[in-house]
Protein backbone atom coordinates (compact mmCIF):
# COMPACT_ATOMS: atom_id res chain seq x y z
CA UNK A 1 0.00 0.00 0.00
CA UNK A 2 1.31 3.36 -0.43
CA UNK A 3 2.09 5.60 1.68
CA UNK A 4 0.40 9.06 0.75
CA UNK A 5 -2.18 10.16 2.57
CA UNK A 6 -5.73 11.67 1.48
CA UNK A 7 -8.53 12.01 4.14
CA UNK A 8 -12.00 10.56 1.92
CA UNK A 9 -13.60 9.17 4.97
CA UNK A 10 -13.51 5.67 6.22
CA UNK A 11 -13.52 2.88 3.36
CA UNK A 12 -12.95 -1.09 3.30
CA UNK A 13 -9.31 0.31 3.48
CA UNK A 14 -9.10 2.78 5.74
CA UNK A 15 -10.22 3.81 9.55
CA UNK A 16 -9.81 6.80 11.18
CA UNK A 17 -9.13 7.39 15.00
CA UNK A 18 -9.20 10.94 16.55
CA UNK A 19 -6.57 9.51 19.34
CA UNK A 20 -4.58 6.47 20.09
CA UNK A 21 -7.25 4.53 22.62
CA UNK A 22 -5.92 3.20 25.83
CA UNK A 23 -8.23 0.15 25.09
CA UNK A 24 -6.54 -1.49 22.53
CA UNK A 25 -8.94 -3.54 21.28
CA UNK A 26 -11.41 -0.51 20.07
CA UNK A 27 -9.35 -0.93 17.09
CA UNK A 28 -8.01 -4.49 16.88
CA UNK A 29 -10.47 -5.90 15.70
CA UNK A 30 -10.24 -3.73 12.24
CA UNK A 31 -6.56 -4.99 12.59
CA UNK A 32 -7.87 -8.74 12.03
CA UNK A 33 -10.08 -6.97 10.12
CA UNK A 34 -7.58 -5.70 7.54
CA UNK A 35 -5.62 -8.62 7.76
CA UNK A 36 -8.07 -10.91 6.44
CA UNK A 37 -8.69 -8.93 4.07
CA UNK A 38 -7.06 -6.40 1.44
CA UNK A 39 -5.11 -4.80 4.05
CA UNK A 40 -6.06 -1.19 5.32
CA UNK A 41 -4.80 1.50 7.56
CA UNK A 42 -5.44 3.04 10.36
CA UNK A 43 -5.19 6.72 10.88
CA UNK A 44 -4.70 7.93 14.45
CA UNK A 45 -5.16 11.65 15.03
CA UNK A 46 -8.02 12.23 12.65
CA UNK A 47 -12.03 12.77 13.76
CA UNK A 48 -14.42 9.85 12.02
CA UNK A 49 -17.30 12.06 10.49
CA UNK A 50 -15.94 15.13 11.12
CA UNK A 51 -12.61 14.31 9.04
CA UNK A 52 -11.30 17.10 11.21
CA UNK A 53 -7.45 17.19 12.14
CA UNK A 54 -6.80 17.20 15.03
CA UNK A 55 -3.20 15.87 15.26
CA UNK A 56 -1.27 13.82 17.98
CA UNK A 57 0.80 15.24 20.40
CA UNK A 58 4.61 14.64 19.62
CA UNK A 59 5.70 14.40 23.13
CA UNK A 60 3.51 10.87 23.13
CA UNK A 61 4.58 9.97 19.73
CA UNK A 62 7.39 6.63 20.54
CA UNK A 63 5.20 5.74 23.50
CA UNK A 64 2.36 5.78 21.64
CA UNK A 65 4.09 3.60 18.72
CA UNK A 66 5.66 1.40 21.02
CA UNK A 67 2.29 0.40 22.58
CA UNK A 68 0.44 0.19 18.84
CA UNK A 69 3.34 -2.54 18.10
CA UNK A 70 2.91 -4.29 21.19
CA UNK A 71 -0.61 -4.32 21.15
CA UNK A 72 -0.85 -5.85 17.66
CA UNK A 73 1.71 -8.42 17.98
CA UNK A 74 0.08 -9.94 21.36
CA UNK A 75 -3.02 -9.96 20.47
CA UNK A 76 -3.43 -11.30 17.21
CA UNK A 77 -3.25 -15.14 16.16
CA UNK A 78 -0.90 -15.68 14.06
CA UNK A 79 1.19 -12.38 14.96
CA UNK A 80 0.45 -9.60 12.32
CA UNK A 81 3.78 -7.56 12.08
CA UNK A 82 2.31 -4.13 11.82
CA UNK A 83 4.02 -1.07 10.18
CA UNK A 84 3.81 2.35 12.01
CA UNK A 85 4.52 5.71 10.42
CA UNK A 86 3.92 8.93 10.80
CA UNK A 87 2.59 11.66 8.03
CA UNK A 88 2.24 15.91 8.74
CA UNK A 89 -0.94 17.12 7.18
CA UNK A 90 -2.10 20.70 7.95
CA UNK A 91 0.64 21.15 10.14
CA UNK A 92 -0.36 18.56 12.34
CA UNK A 93 1.07 14.96 12.80
CA UNK A 94 -0.29 11.46 12.33
CA UNK A 95 -0.05 8.38 13.38
CA UNK A 96 -0.28 5.34 10.75
CA UNK A 97 -0.88 2.11 11.39
CA UNK A 98 -0.99 -0.18 8.30
CA UNK A 99 -1.98 -3.89 7.96
CA UNK A 100 -0.52 -5.96 5.18
CA UNK A 101 -3.08 -8.97 3.68
CA UNK A 102 -1.83 -11.89 5.71
CA UNK A 103 -1.12 -15.18 4.09
CA UNK A 104 -1.96 -17.38 7.10
CA UNK A 105 -5.64 -16.81 7.57
CA UNK A 106 -7.77 -16.40 9.22
CA UNK A 107 -6.19 -13.99 11.76
CA UNK A 108 -8.19 -13.68 15.00
CA UNK A 109 -8.26 -12.13 18.37
CA UNK A 110 -6.32 -14.59 20.76
CA UNK A 111 -8.53 -13.74 23.39
CA UNK A 112 -11.51 -14.60 21.48
CA UNK A 113 -10.26 -17.50 19.59
CA UNK A 114 -10.89 -18.00 15.18
CA UNK A 115 -14.89 -18.50 16.01
CA UNK A 116 -15.32 -15.86 18.25
CA UNK A 117 -12.39 -13.39 17.16
CA UNK A 118 -12.34 -13.15 13.29
CA UNK A 119 -13.32 -10.21 11.66
CA UNK A 120 -13.39 -9.02 7.88
CA UNK A 121 -14.00 -5.78 6.90
CA UNK A 122 -17.13 -4.58 4.76
CA UNK A 123 -17.45 -1.62 3.09
CA UNK A 124 -16.36 0.89 6.07
CA UNK A 125 -17.15 -1.49 8.92
CA UNK A 126 -15.51 -4.52 10.63
CA UNK A 127 -17.98 -7.72 11.17
CA UNK A 128 -17.47 -10.95 12.68
CA UNK A 129 -17.01 -13.32 10.05
CA UNK A 130 -19.62 -15.84 9.96
CA UNK A 131 -19.88 -19.71 9.30
CA UNK A 132 -19.19 -19.75 5.62
CA UNK A 133 -16.60 -17.11 5.80
CA UNK A 134 -14.18 -18.82 8.10
CA UNK A 135 -14.30 -21.57 6.47
CA UNK A 136 -13.25 -19.80 3.20
CA UNK A 137 -10.32 -18.06 5.17
CA UNK A 138 -9.31 -21.56 6.84
CA UNK A 139 -8.82 -22.57 2.49
CA UNK A 140 -7.16 -20.04 1.98
CA UNK A 141 -4.96 -19.74 4.61
CA UNK A 142 -4.20 -23.66 3.32
CA UNK A 143 -4.14 -22.60 -0.33
CA UNK A 144 -6.75 -25.39 -0.72
CA UNK A 145 -10.14 -25.60 -2.61
CA UNK A 146 -13.84 -26.33 -0.83
CA UNK A 147 -14.54 -29.13 -4.45
CA UNK A 148 -10.73 -30.80 -3.41
CA UNK A 149 -11.83 -31.61 0.40
CA UNK A 150 -12.77 -35.08 1.75
CA UNK A 151 -16.39 -35.26 2.17
CA UNK A 152 -17.54 -36.93 5.12
CA UNK A 153 -19.79 -40.32 5.89
CA UNK A 154 -19.98 -41.05 2.10
CA UNK A 155 -17.99 -43.88 0.96
CA UNK A 156 -17.31 -44.95 -2.56
CA UNK A 157 -16.77 -48.02 -4.22
CA UNK A 158 -14.58 -49.25 -7.47
CA UNK A 159 -17.88 -49.84 -9.17
CA UNK A 160 -19.09 -46.04 -8.70
CA UNK A 161 -16.01 -44.94 -9.97
CA UNK A 162 -15.66 -46.79 -12.72
CA UNK A 163 -19.51 -45.66 -13.97
CA UNK A 164 -18.66 -41.88 -13.32
CA UNK A 165 -15.69 -42.71 -15.67
CA UNK A 166 -17.79 -43.53 -18.50
CA UNK A 167 -20.55 -41.34 -17.54
CA UNK A 168 -18.20 -38.28 -18.03
CA UNK A 169 -16.33 -39.77 -21.50
CA UNK A 170 -19.90 -40.31 -22.90
CA UNK A 171 -20.65 -36.85 -21.74
CA UNK A 172 -17.29 -35.77 -23.79
CA UNK A 173 -18.18 -37.72 -26.96
CA UNK A 174 -21.73 -36.28 -27.07
CA UNK A 175 -20.31 -32.68 -27.10
CA UNK A 176 -17.44 -32.83 -29.41
CA UNK A 177 -17.79 -30.67 -32.14
CA UNK A 178 -16.24 -33.21 -34.85
CA UNK A 179 -15.74 -37.19 -35.47
CA UNK A 180 -12.20 -36.69 -35.36
CA UNK A 181 -12.46 -34.80 -31.64
CA UNK A 182 -14.69 -37.46 -30.78
CA UNK A 183 -12.40 -40.48 -31.65
CA UNK A 184 -9.47 -38.54 -29.79
CA UNK A 185 -11.80 -38.70 -26.33
CA UNK A 186 -10.33 -41.91 -24.02
CA UNK A 187 -11.87 -43.34 -21.19
CA UNK A 188 -11.03 -41.48 -18.03
CA UNK A 189 -9.32 -44.02 -15.32
CA UNK A 190 -9.19 -43.51 -11.46
CA UNK A 191 -6.31 -42.09 -11.30
CA UNK A 192 -6.90 -39.04 -14.01
CA UNK A 193 -9.97 -38.58 -11.22
CA UNK A 194 -7.30 -38.36 -8.26
CA UNK A 195 -5.02 -35.66 -10.31
CA UNK A 196 -8.13 -34.02 -10.51
CA UNK A 197 -9.09 -33.91 -7.47
CA UNK A 198 -12.15 -35.58 -7.83
CA UNK A 199 -10.59 -38.65 -5.54
CA UNK A 200 -8.07 -38.69 -2.55
CA UNK A 201 -6.30 -41.88 -2.35
CA UNK A 202 -5.27 -42.78 1.18
CA UNK A 203 -3.43 -46.28 1.97
CA UNK A 204 -4.72 -47.84 -1.31
CA UNK A 205 -8.53 -46.73 0.09
CA UNK A 206 -10.48 -44.52 -2.16
CA UNK A 207 -11.89 -41.53 -0.50
CA UNK A 208 -14.58 -38.88 -2.47
CA UNK A 209 -14.49 -35.39 -2.47
CA UNK A 210 -17.00 -32.64 -2.98
CA UNK A 211 -16.54 -32.72 -6.31
CA UNK A 212 -17.42 -35.96 -6.44
CA UNK A 213 -20.30 -35.20 -5.14
CA UNK A 214 -21.49 -32.94 -7.02
CA UNK A 215 -20.68 -34.96 -10.22
CA UNK A 216 -22.81 -37.84 -8.65
CA UNK A 217 -25.57 -36.28 -6.91
CA UNK A 218 -25.20 -37.47 -3.57
CA UNK A 219 -25.13 -35.82 0.15
CA UNK A 220 -27.31 -32.68 -1.02
CA UNK A 221 -24.46 -31.56 -3.55
CA UNK A 222 -25.09 -29.17 -5.49
CA UNK A 223 -28.08 -27.19 -4.17
CA UNK A 224 -31.29 -26.86 -6.86
CA UNK A 225 -30.76 -24.48 -9.66
CA UNK A 226 -33.87 -22.03 -9.79
CA UNK A 227 -35.06 -20.97 -13.09
CA UNK A 228 -37.70 -18.53 -13.18
CA UNK A 229 -39.61 -16.58 -16.14
CA UNK A 230 -40.90 -13.28 -14.34
CA UNK A 231 -43.69 -11.01 -16.07
CA UNK A 232 -42.22 -8.03 -13.78
CA UNK A 233 -39.07 -6.68 -13.30
CA UNK A 234 -39.38 -6.86 -9.25
CA UNK A 235 -39.67 -10.40 -9.62
CA UNK A 236 -43.45 -10.07 -8.19
CA UNK A 237 -45.24 -12.36 -10.37
CA UNK A 238 -43.63 -14.71 -12.47
CA UNK A 239 -45.15 -16.72 -15.67
CA UNK A 240 -43.16 -20.04 -15.25
CA UNK A 241 -40.68 -21.67 -13.07
CA UNK A 242 -38.48 -24.53 -12.09
CA UNK A 243 -35.79 -26.41 -9.98
CA UNK A 244 -32.82 -28.59 -10.96
CA UNK A 245 -31.91 -31.34 -8.64
CA UNK A 246 -29.06 -33.27 -10.74
CA UNK A 247 -25.64 -33.60 -10.70
CA UNK A 248 -23.46 -30.55 -11.78
CA UNK A 249 -22.76 -31.61 -15.14
CA UNK A 250 -26.83 -32.26 -15.93
CA UNK A 251 -28.03 -28.88 -14.42
CA UNK A 252 -25.64 -26.77 -16.84
CA UNK A 253 -27.48 -28.47 -19.74
CA UNK A 254 -30.78 -28.54 -18.10
CA UNK A 255 -30.53 -24.95 -16.97
CA UNK A 256 -29.16 -23.98 -20.87
CA UNK A 257 -31.76 -25.68 -22.05
CA UNK A 258 -34.52 -23.83 -20.05
CA UNK A 259 -33.57 -20.62 -21.23
CA UNK A 260 -33.49 -21.61 -24.62
CA UNK A 261 -37.08 -22.82 -24.45
CA UNK A 262 -38.28 -19.44 -22.96
CA UNK A 263 -36.48 -17.02 -25.47
CA UNK A 264 -38.06 -15.73 -28.65
CA UNK A 265 -35.82 -16.99 -31.61
CA UNK A 266 -36.70 -15.51 -35.03
CA UNK A 267 -35.10 -16.44 -38.26
CA UNK A 268 -32.22 -15.37 -41.31
CA UNK A 269 -32.08 -16.10 -44.53
CA UNK A 270 -29.46 -16.50 -46.55
CA UNK A 271 -29.91 -17.64 -49.95
CA UNK A 272 -32.91 -20.78 -49.36
CA UNK A 273 -31.47 -21.54 -46.69
CA UNK A 274 -32.57 -20.58 -43.30
CA UNK A 275 -30.80 -20.19 -40.07
CA UNK A 276 -32.75 -19.77 -36.53
CA UNK A 277 -31.55 -16.93 -34.43
CA UNK A 278 -32.30 -16.71 -30.93
CA UNK A 279 -32.88 -13.26 -29.46
CA UNK A 280 -29.66 -13.93 -26.87
CA UNK A 281 -26.53 -15.74 -28.06
CA UNK A 282 -26.74 -19.36 -26.76
CA UNK A 283 -22.98 -19.45 -26.31
CA UNK A 284 -22.90 -16.34 -23.64
CA UNK A 285 -25.78 -18.45 -21.84
CA UNK A 286 -24.13 -21.49 -21.28
CA UNK A 287 -21.09 -19.67 -20.55
CA UNK A 288 -22.80 -17.56 -17.90
CA UNK A 289 -24.56 -20.96 -16.73
CA UNK A 290 -21.55 -22.73 -16.17
CA UNK A 291 -19.30 -20.21 -14.62
CA UNK A 292 -22.70 -19.33 -12.33
CA UNK A 293 -21.98 -22.92 -11.16
CA UNK A 294 -18.23 -23.55 -11.45
CA UNK A 295 -17.03 -20.55 -9.17
CA UNK A 296 -20.03 -19.96 -6.94
CA UNK A 297 -19.17 -20.39 -3.45
CA UNK A 298 -20.40 -23.71 -2.00
CA UNK A 299 -20.22 -23.04 1.63
CA UNK A 300 -23.36 -20.79 1.21
CA UNK A 301 -26.21 -22.46 0.92
CA UNK A 302 -28.23 -20.26 -1.50
CA UNK A 303 -28.94 -21.55 -4.83
CA UNK A 304 -28.04 -20.45 -8.14
CA UNK A 305 -30.64 -18.28 -9.50
CA UNK A 306 -31.69 -17.84 -13.36
CA UNK A 307 -34.36 -15.32 -14.14
CA UNK A 308 -35.57 -14.25 -17.44
CA UNK A 309 -37.41 -11.25 -17.88
CA UNK A 310 -38.93 -9.27 -21.07
CA UNK A 311 -35.73 -7.76 -21.58
CA UNK A 312 -32.89 -9.09 -20.12
CA UNK A 313 -31.38 -12.85 -18.21
CA UNK A 314 -30.34 -12.66 -14.89
CA UNK A 315 -28.07 -15.29 -13.27
CA UNK A 316 -27.14 -14.55 -9.71
CA UNK A 317 -24.37 -16.88 -8.08
CA UNK A 318 -23.64 -16.90 -4.31
CA UNK A 319 -21.10 -15.67 -2.61
CA UNK A 320 -19.01 -12.68 -3.56
CA UNK A 321 -15.64 -11.69 -4.69
CA UNK A 322 -13.04 -13.54 -3.38
CA UNK A 323 -10.64 -12.11 -0.89
CA UNK A 324 -7.58 -9.75 -2.86
CA UNK A 325 -10.52 -9.22 -6.16
CA UNK A 326 -11.66 -5.98 -6.82
CA UNK A 327 -13.50 -5.24 -10.09
CA UNK A 328 -10.63 -2.72 -10.79
CA UNK A 329 -8.68 -5.95 -10.69
CA UNK A 330 -11.19 -7.50 -12.72
CA UNK A 331 -10.91 -5.19 -15.80
CA UNK A 332 -7.21 -5.25 -15.94
CA UNK A 333 -7.27 -9.79 -16.19
CA UNK A 334 -6.97 -10.37 -12.49
CA UNK A 335 -8.26 -13.27 -11.60
CA UNK A 336 -8.60 -16.03 -8.70
CA UNK A 337 -9.96 -19.41 -8.80
CA UNK A 338 -12.44 -20.26 -5.99
CA UNK A 339 -12.37 -24.01 -6.76
CA UNK A 340 -10.16 -26.49 -8.51
CA UNK A 341 -12.54 -27.98 -11.01
Given amino acids: MEKDLSLHGESKNVEYKERVPEDSQKYMKSVVAFANGDGGRIVFGVEDGTMRVVGIPQADFFQMMDAITNAVTDSCEPMIIPDLFVREIEGKSLIILEIAPGMQRPYYLKKKGPVKG ?49 SMSETAKKNALSDIQRQGIKELTINQLISWGILIENKDQLIPTY ?82 LVHRNYLEPESVQIALFSDRLEVTSPGSLMRGVTHEKMKEGFSKIRNGL
Avoid at 220 to 225: L, N, T
Fill in 118 to 166: TYIRTAGTTRLADRAILQELLLEGENKFFDQQPIPNLKVTKYDVTALCH
Fill in 211 to 292: AYAMLTHQAGYPPVVQCAVFKTDDRAVFVDKREIDAPIQEQVEKAYQYVLEKINMGARFQGVYRQDIYELPPDSIRELIANA
